[in-house]
C-alpha cells in the first residue's frame, strides 16, 4: 500500500500556472507581390499570407506551459479533494486518471487536505513530441507539503523523484496520461533545489 501510494502521489500538488504559446500567420516581407482584381475593376497588389509552422521553442513552451497549469490544477485538487475533477487535467480512463481518481477518494474518506505548509518544487528536464497529439515531459519533483487530517498532521515528510509524464492532446489541450517514477526517494533533494 505504501509504495501504491507513493507511486500515485508523485502526480504532485503544485506549481503556478502560465501562458501558452501560439502560432500565429503574419505577412511574409520575402517572396512575389500577388496582383488582385477587385469586384470593381481595379487592381491591387498584395502580399501573400505565409504560415508559420510550429517551431521547437513553440512546441516547447506550449508544453512546459501546459504542464504548469496541471500541476495547478493538481494542487487545487490537494487543497480541495471535496471539489476535484480529475478528468479535468488528465485522460478520462488513463492510467494517471485512475490513479488519482482512487487517491482523491481516499482523501475524500479521511478528509485529508493539503496545508499551506510546505513546499512543491518542480523542474523540467526535457519535453519531447512525439507526435501532433503525444509528448513527454520529463521532471524532477521535491514535495514536502504537509497533509492533514482536521488539526492532525497526517504526512510530513518530503518526497524527491525523478518522473517521465505521458501527455496527450484532448479537444486540443494537453492532458497527463501517464506519470512514470524512474528514480524517488526520501532522503533526499534530488533536484537540489536547496543547493
Known amino acids: 500500500m505504501k509504495r501504491k501510494w507513493w507511486i500515485t502521489a508523485l ?3 503544485g506549481a503556478c500556472g502560465g501562458t501558452s504559446g501560439a502560432v500565429v500567420g503574419e505577412l ?16 491591387t497588389t498584395t ?17 512546459e506551459s501546459s504542464f504548469a497549469q496541471l500541476m495547478q490544477a493538481r494542487v487545487e485538487c490537494g487543497r480541495d479533494p471535496y471539489s476535484c475533477d480529475v478528468a479535468t487535467f488528465t485522460e478520462v480512463n488513463s492510467p ?3 490513479d488519482l481518481q482512487q487517491l482523491i477518494a481516499e482523501r475524500r474518506s479521511a478528509h485529508i487536505t493539503a496545508t499551506g505548509g510546505g513546499a512543491i518544487r518542480y523542474r523540467i528536464d526535457k519535453t519531447q513530441t512525439l507526435s501532433d497529439s503525444s509528448a513527454l515531459v520529463y521532471t524532477c519533483i521535491t514535495d514536502d507539503v504537509v497533509l492533514v487530517d482536521g488539526d492532525i498532521i497526517f504526512d510530513d515528510s518530503m518526497m524527491s523523484s525523478l518522473v517521465t509524464f505521458t501527455l496527450v492532446k ?3 489541450q494537453w492532458l497527463w496520461n501517464q506519470g512514470t517514477p524512474t528514480r524517488w526517494t526520501t532522503e533526499e533533494d534530488l533536484c537540489d533545489f536547496d543547493a
Not at 30 to 43: F, N, V
Not at 47 to 63: M, R
Open 11 to 13: 502526480v504532485i500538488l
Open 47 to 63: 502580399v501573400p499570407i505565409e504560415k508559420i509552422e510550429p517551431t521547437t521553442t513553440t512546441i516547447v513552451a506550449d508544453l
Open 170 to 172: 484532448v479537444d486540443d
Open 28 to 43: 511574409s516581407g520575402a517572396g512575389p507581390l500577388l496582383l488582385e482584381t477587385t469586384p470593381d475593376g481595379r487592381s
Open 96 to 98: 494517471i486518471y485512475s
